[in-house]
């Protein structure tokens, strides 16, 4: 049986740098899709839930690029829940 995807939100920073990539919960996503090209447009600040159950605060005005991803299954990522004792917790 297959784990399902997760929701990641990669944002490339305006600074450069490597991508920050985080684990949305299902609901931020979808509430988040229908929202992202009007945050980005404005700049405005949001805190999605990721899915740990934790929030992340992004302020858009210092995101240049922003978009929605799927990570595979055993990925470890922001906000990633933790499995068994793996991951970022332990």
Known sequence: MTEPKKNALVLHL?????????????AAAKDLAGRLQTLMNSGGVDAPELEDGSRVTVNFAHVATAHFDELPPLSQV????AKSGRG???
């Open 14 to 26: 305006v600074s450069g740098g490597e991508p920050l990539v985080y684990a949305l919960s299902v």
């Open 78 to 81: 922001y906000g990633s829940a």
């Open 88 to 90: 970022f917790r332990g």
